[in-house]
């Protein structure tokens, strides 16, 4: 079982859709979660960040951790054809800089006008 | 500014030639960190340093030698390298402790090897 799995997709939705996107974990010792979101060609960019069970939302972007079920997601409400993209989860235990950053495959996401 | 550059953004070069890649951050941040992504996979890591220290190499071959001048640059030396090392080769950087485990990348650089 890999440490981490995410559905690679491709995922297609129309403009104005609501988008989930998920990643389960197997290592408990996982502490701080985080999405990325990687234009074709260019570097991620971190998108949300969180480090406890719950919610945090950021305009339309909405991260939810559910640390008993290893169990994370990004929620993107009214989505727009600029949310094309590669979006990859990530997470880390404490102390990261020690250690590695673990990604999932990433999943790709089209939003079509 | 949570910025983190990277210089060149696209290099191609032959498999005798040395290269070398630059990385800049001026967030403070004491670890920084060399990533490498290929197509359609997420980013694998390459080394780690922290507090200009090489705390981390993940059984990189001897042909990417990783330097650190100071806490806000980071190279990466390129050298015989073969076709199946071309990538994008990611920068990034955080700050130890402060929960602030968050790494900041950059654009990367885009590296061929003919």
């Known amino acids: 079982q890999k440490e981490v799995e995410q559905d690679p997709g491709p995922l297609s939705v129309p403009e104005g859709a609501i988008v989930s996107l998920n990643c389960t974990y197997s290592?408990?010792?996982?502490?701080?979660f985080m999405w990325y979101r990687q234009y074709s060609r260019k570097g991620p960019e971190l998108l949300m960040y969180?480090?406890?069970?719950g919610n945090k939302e950021d305009g339309r972007f909405t991260a939810q951790v559910d640390k008993s079920s290893k169990y994370i997601s990004l929620f993107i409400r009214d989505s727009q054809p600029s949310d094309s993209a590669t979006y990859l989860c990530?997470?880390?235990?404490?102390?990261?800089?020690?250690?590695?950053?673990?990604f999932g495959k990433g999943t790709k996401l089209s939003v079509k006008p | 500014d949570t910025e983190v550059t990277q210089t060149p953004k696209h290099l191609v070069m032959g498999m005798t030639n040395k290269k070398s890649l630059k990385c800049e951050q001026h967030?403070?941040?004491?670890?920084m960190y060399w990533y490498k992504q290929k197509a359609k996979k997420p980013p694998e890591l390459m080394f780690v340093?922290?507090?200009?220290?090489?705390?981390i190499n993940e059984s990189v071959p001897s042909r990417f030698s990783p330097e650190c001048p100071n806490s806000s640059l980071l190279n990466l030396h390129l050298h015989a390298l073969q076709p199946e090392d071309s990538a994008l080769y990611l920068c990034?950087?955080?700050?130890?402790?402060?929960?602030?485990?968050?790494?900041?990348f950059g654009p990367g650089t885009r590296l061929l090897v003919l």
């Open positions: 969180t480090y406890s069970s």
């Open positions: 990034a950087s955080s700050q130890p402790g402060q929960g602030g485990e968050t790494q900041y």
């Open positions: 967030m403070g941040h004491r670890a």
């Open positions: 990530a997470m880390v235990g404490y102390g990261g800089s020690q250690g590695n950053l673990i």
């Open positions: 340093y922290s507090y200009e220290k090489l705390s």
């Open positions: 290592n408990s010792a996982f502490q701080y």
